[in-house]
Nanobody, 129 residues
């Protein structure tokens, strides 16, 4: 069983920055992949960024590429999402997810929510114009 706890959400003005954290109850290097997803009101959940835990390779949604950075600190069992140049359209509930199933994910597959089997409770990000 893996527990994930997100933090770091809040309200910022457009152009600002936030760093989300996801603390895992297991060693992050023991997971296969970690990902960040978001869901805005009335919209489906979408993948934002993913990281392959062993190799460190990452993948981003086009909408956040160049602005968001996913990283992991295995010593702290924590995954981060650094969000810069935030836009009002980034407003959403952000979720951390972990994959412990066998089989690595690469590229766009890191943004497939159905590939992940553990989820956090979410943290709200609100960006005002």
């Amino acid at each position: 069983q893996v527990q994930l706890v997100e933090s770091g959400g809040g309200s910022v003005q457009a152009g600002g920055s936030l760093r989300l954290s996801c603390a895992a109850s297991v060693y992050t290097y023991s997971t296969n992949c970690m990902g960040w997803f978001r869901q805005a009101p009335g919209k489906e959940r979408e993948g934002v960024a993913g990281i392959y835990s062993a190799g460190g390779s990452t993948y981003y949604a086009d909408s956040v590429k160049g602005r968001f950075t996913i990283s992991q600190d295995n010593a702290k069992n924590t995954v981060y999402l650094q969000m810069n140049s935030l836009k009002p359209e980034d407003t959403a509930m952000y979720y951390c997810a972990a994959r412990t199933r066998n089989g690595p994910l690469m590229g766009w597959a890191l943004l497939n929510q159905y590939a992940y089997n553990y989820w956090g409770q979410g943290t709200q990000v609100t960006v005002s114009s």
